[in-house]
């Protein structure tokens, strides 16, 4: 008995050949549209579905597999007597092979001319119709979707068994693209800020050797549409990203994307170990550098300006993991390159104002999602609480503290100058611990005669407040908020320092 393929595809990679290959497998050819010209075109004889459904095509094409004659031979039971007694009955031939792939919706969205109009037009019915009635028969009907499996395929024929196994994990294939394909749409059709169903898809970029640690296994996932700015990024030189590379790389991009004058952020297992702003980048490294001699090495750097040859000689006698940057001068770069293991990675600098508008972080159970923290709290924002009024460069300071400190994990706690960090305390289950990290780094650095404090939460206590101005901090930023306030106002006015609030938590866990 012959044995009938529908084919119908919108990406016509190995069509042809996988056609004559069915072909000399004794597979009656089943097609639609373009599909049918692409195989005619190629002299391979083919039926058109409107003869196999006694209907032509109408409404423009959006009904045209849509019919019993389809369905029932895709969908029915080859094992149930009764299944194959009405399609004998109604002379409907078993449909044995699917062979679909859907209307490029996800492509049309990414163009940025696209119109609500034509992106709606390119939203598939009876594609995904047919592969997900394939796909539910797949005891006694093979579902393709991806032209990768077409060399499967036809090896499993020619050997004569395709076993259920297989059939399966086609038949999975068929439902995660095609729920992938309707998550795009719903994602696409969408604006409410928090749906009651979150419908996410993402696209496998990399296999990666391990996670966190070397006997955990890992993988890297990418948004179905990319983003504009991302760690997805495009990598010139060095060895694959790692599970932790990826995710400090992510940490050093977000913080990064604050500062506007040039800028060399300094990441080590998702916290900054050092941040410098100057005239040139060469002068920000040093200042980035000198913030933490020690943490910096083996740490993920983030520039927003071309990496140049001066540049690159300083940071090529560290070892480095990753250094990120919208470019690298060609000098640069074969100075970077001579390390064959740094990672060298070029990312889009302007489109970061397109960064993700929301992170999702996942939790046993469940996933949380929230709005990203892009709140830039400015020197505006700053309400004075102590008598001691600040300074312009006090000012500046403690804005660039304020920049910092939400990118640290909390309790998180920042020594700064107007353009250096100076000591960063993280991650610490009381505040005043985090405190006296970071004070007691900071105070042998240059500069620490003119260092500020930023807290990301409010102070419980004026204990904070206290150490700071013993150990020579002459003004402190922080959110406010507690009901012990008035504790780190009178501790401050009692040290004679400046005290702002900025009514803003930066928390980060």
Same mark, same amino acid.
């Given at each position: 008995?012959?044995?009938?393929?529908?084919?119908?595809?919108?990406?016509?990679?190995?069509?042809?050949?996988?056609?004559?290959?069915?072909?000399?497998?004794?597979?009656?050819?089943?097609?639609?549209?373009?599909?049918?010209?692409?195989?005619?075109?190629?002299?391979?004889?083919?039926?058109?579905?409107?003869?196999?459904?006694?209907?032509?095509?109408?409404?423009?094409?959006?009904?045209?597999?849509?019919?019993?004659?389809?369905?029932? =031979?895709?969908?029915?039971?080859?094992?149930?007597?009764?299944?194959?007694?009405?399609?004998?009955?109604?002379?409907?031939?078993?449909?044995?092979?699917?062979?679909?792939?859907?209307?490029?919706?996800?492509?049309?969205?990414?163009?940025?001319?696209?119109?609500?109009?034509?992106?709606?037009?390119?939203?598939?019915?009876?594609?995904?119709?047919?592969?997900?009635?394939?796909?539910?028969?797949?005891?006694?009907?093979?579902?393709?979707?991806?032209?990768?499996?077409?060399?499967?395929?036809?090896?499993?024929?020619?050997?004569?068994?395709?076993?259920?196994?297989?059939?399966?994990?086609?038949?999975?294939?068929?439902?995660?693209?095609?729920?992938?394909?309707?998550?795009?749409?719903?994602?696409?059709?969408?604006?409410?800020?928090?749906?009651?169903?979150?419908?996410?898809?993402?696209?496998?970029?990399?296999?990666?050797?391990? =996670?966190?640690?070397?006997?955990?296994?890992?993988?890297?996932?990418?948004?179905?549409?990319?983003?504009?700015?991302?760690?997805?990024?495009?990598?010139?030189?060095?060895?694959?990203?790692?599970?932790?590379?990826?995710?400090?790389?992510?940490?050093?991009?977000?913080?990064?994307?604050?500062?506007?004058?040039?800028?060399?952020?300094?990441?080590?297992?998702?916290?900054?170990?050092?941040?410098?702003?100057?005239?040139?980048?060469?002068?920000?490294?040093?200042?980035?550098?000198? !913030?933490?001699?020690?943490?910096?090495?083996?740490?993920?750097?983030?520039?927003?300006?071309?990496?140049?040859?001066?540049?690159?000689?300083?940071?090529?006698?560290?070892?480095?993991?990753?250094?990120?940057?919208?470019?690298?001068?060609?000098?640069?770069?074969?100075?970077?390159?001579?390390?064959?293991?740094?990672?060298?990675?070029?990312?889009?600098?302007?489109?970061?104002?397109?960064?993700?508008?929301?992170?999702?972080? !996942?939790?046993?159970?469940?996933?949380?999602?929230?709005?990203?923290?892009?709140?830039?709290?400015?020197?505006?924002?700053?309400?004075?609480?102590?008598?001691?009024?600040?300074?312009?460069?006090?000012?500046?300071?403690?804005?660039? =503290?304020?920049?910092?400190?939400?990118?640290?994990?909390?309790?998180?706690?920042?020594?700064?100058?107007?353009?250096?960090?100076?000591?960063?305390?993280?991650?610490?289950?009381?505040?005043?611990?985090?405190?006296?990290?970071?004070?007691?780094?900071?105070?042998?650095?240059?500069?620490?005669?003119?260092?500020?404090?930023?807290?990301?939460?409010?102070?419980?206590?004026?204990?904070?407040?206290?150490?700071?101005?013993?150990?020579?901090?002459?003004?402190?930023?922080?959110?406010?908020?507690?009901?012990?306030?008035?504790?780190?106002?009178?501790?401050?006015?009692?040290? =004679?320092?400046?005290?702002?609030?900025?009514?803003?938590?930066?928390?980060?866990?």
């Amino acid at each position: 008995m012959t044995k009938r393929a529908l084919l119908s595809v919108s990406d016509k990679t190995g069509l042809v050949d996988f056609a004559k290959q069915l072909q000399q497998l004794g597979y009656e050819l089943v097609s639609t549209g373009g599909t049918k010209k692409v195989l005619e075109a190629a002299e391979i004889v083919v039926t058109g579905v409107e003869t196999v459904t006694g209907f032509p095509e109408m409404l423009d094409g959006r009904v045209k597999t849509l019919h019993p004659n389809i369905h029932a =031979g895709i969908l029915a039971k080859r094992d149930n007597a009764s299944h194959m007694q009405q399609l004998k009955e109604a002379q409907i031939v078993p449909i044995d092979l699917v062979v679909v792939n859907l209307y490029p919706f996800k492509a049309t969205i990414e163009k940025p001319t696209t119109t609500q109009a034509q992106a709606i037009e390119q939203i598939d019915i009876g594609g995904p119709s047919m592969l997900r009635a394939a796909a539910k028969n797949f005891a006694g009907v093979i579902p393709v979707v991806d032209p990768t499996d077409y060399t499967k395929v036809i090896a499993a024929l020619q050997a004569g068994v395709v076993d259920q196994d297989f059939r399966k994990q086609l038949a999975a294939k068929v439902f995660r693209h095609t729920a992938a394909y309707d998550a795009l749409i719903a994602n696409y059709l969408t604006t409410e800020e928090f749906p009651q169903q979150l419908t996410l898809t993402y696209e496998k970029q990399q296999a990666l050797r391990y =996670g966190e640690n070397s006997h955990q296994k890992a993988a890297f996932y990418q948004n179905a549409i990319p983003s504009a700015y991302s760690v997805v990024t495009k990598q010139l030189h060095g060895k694959e990203l790692s599970y932790n590379n990826i995710k400090d790389a992510d940490a050093a991009m977000k913080m990064i994307r604050e500062f506007e004058q040039p800028t060399v952020v300094a990441m080590k297992h998702m916290n900054p170990c050092g941040v410098g702003v100057a005239a040139t980048l060469s002068v920000a490294w040093d200042k980035a550098y000198e !913030s933490d001699t020690m943490s910096i090495f083996g740490g993920i750097i983030a520039v927003n300006r071309e990496v140049d040859a001066a540049t690159a000689s300083k940071m090529h006698e560290l070892f480095l993991e990753i250094i990120i940057a919208p470019s690298f001068s060609d000098e640069a770069y074969a100075i970077l390159a001579k390390k064959k293991n740094v990672r060298l990675l070029q990312a889009d600098f302007s489109r970061k104002d397109q960064a993700d508008q929301f992170e999702t972080i !996942s939790v046993s159970g469940g996933l949380l999602m929230q709005e990203v923290d892009k709140k830039v709290d400015t020197p505006a924002d700053f309400t004075v609480v102590s008598k001691k009024q600040p300074t312009k460069q006090q000012l500046a300071a403690l804005a660039f =503290g304020q920049h910092i400190v939400k990118h640290v994990k909390s309790n998180a706690i920042v020594v700064t100058t107007d353009t250096q960090t100076l000591g960063i305390g993280s991650g610490q289950p009381n505040r005043i611990d985090s405190t006296k990290i970071a004070v007691q780094k900071a105070m042998s650095k240059a500069g620490y005669e003119n260092a500020i404090m930023a807290s990301d939460a409010f102070f419980p206590m004026d204990d904070c407040v206290a150490y700071a101005a013993k150990h020579g901090i002459k003004a402190i930023v922080q959110p406010g908020g507690s009901i012990r306030d008035q504790d780190s106002i009178d501790m401050a006015d009692k040290w =004679g320092i400046v005290l702002v609030t900025t009514g803003i938590r930066h928390f980060r866990h």
